[in-house]
């Protein structure tokens, strides 16, 4: 489901076309490298969002037909010729990612679905567009998919998105709750903690089932793939349930035991 810590990407998946596994990679990369460059390291928010600029003008070049400099942007101007991609998925990651070097709180749930829009969902459309689908109620299903499982991330990571300076719970959910980022900063799961996290968890599972059909909307390797990581992440979302959205004790994370269920229902579920 996952490689690393882009964790709504399948790179190079057995389960998929070979056909479609260079270009795959070629995406990662160029996502992944991106989103190092909004994340990892010591650099200044300056530096960062001059480098994620440069990214930018290098997929302007593509656009217009040219050759990029970067190895890595010629590798992915190979996958965007070769497979028809649409530019427009690209621009928007470089859009989320550089909104993280300088955003670090979200006020309301909106602002969080529209950062998914770019984060998370031109993932799933560039699938889509690999395989040659779309239509566009596949592509609201998958953007709700991937919408959902960039909130699951966001509940997952609370404890590690908060070292970095960053809360994605919305900043109105939080003051509903009567919870401060003291009590995130110190790790405490009581008060009225588990009553918020569970409102959380509950709005993602709903947005994650509605777009769950198209698991078996698509055929062959790649609904076999969309439909793992469907149930990947409600695997994920009970464990954050079962657990009252403590995240701060355990981590939840997906084990054997889990992928072999899943593997289970994935293959029954054609």
């Known amino acids: 489901m996952s490689v690393g810590h882009y964790e709504n990407f399948p790179v190079g998946s057995i389960l998929l076309p070979r056909r479609m596994r260079r270009a795959v990679h070629a995406i990662y990369h160029f996502a992944r490298y991106a989103d190092d460059v909004a994340d990892e390291g010591d650099k200044q928010a300056e530096e960062r969002l001059r480098e994620l600029a440069q990214l930018q003008g290098e997929l302007d070049v593509i656009r217009d037909g040219g050759i990029p400099a970067m190895p890595l942007m010629r590798n992915l101007a190979a996958a965007i010729s070769s497979h028809a991609l649409p530019m427009q998925p690209f621009y928007d990651l470089l859009s989320a990612f550089s909104q993280d070097v300088v955003k670090k709180r979200y006020q309301n749930f909106a602002e969080v679905v529209d950062y998914c829009r770019r984060s998370a969902n031109p993932v799933g459309r560039l699938m889509l567009a690999l395989y040659g ?33 960053r809360i994605y719970i919305p900043l109105d959910d939080l003051e509903k709750f009567r919870i401060r980022e003291s009590q995130i900063a110190g790790r405490d799961a009581t008060g009225l903690w588990r009553p918020m996290m ?73």
């Not at 699951?152 to 590690?160: M, P, R, S, Y």
């Not at 701060?248 to 889990?258: E, G, H, M, N, S």
Request: glycine letters at 10%; proline letters at 3%; one cysteine or more.
């Open 198 to 270: 569970l409102a959380q968890i509950e709005r993602t599972r709903k947005m994650l089932q509605a777009g769950a059909p198209l698991g078996k909307v698509l055929k062959g390797r790649l609904g076999l793939e969309l439909r793992l990581v469907i149930m990947g992440g409600g695997r994920i979302l009970k464990k954050l349930h079962d657990s009252g959205g403590d995240v701060f004790r355990q981590r939840p994370v997906l084990t054997w035991r889990d992928w072999v269920y899943m593997l289970w229902r994935a293959l029954r579920a054609r």
């Open 133 to 165: 689908e779309n239509d566009p109620r596949s592509l609201a299903m998958s953007d709700g998919i991937c919408t959902a499982l960039q909130l699951i991330n966001f509940l997952q990571d609370v404890a590690i998105d908060w070292d970095k300076d």
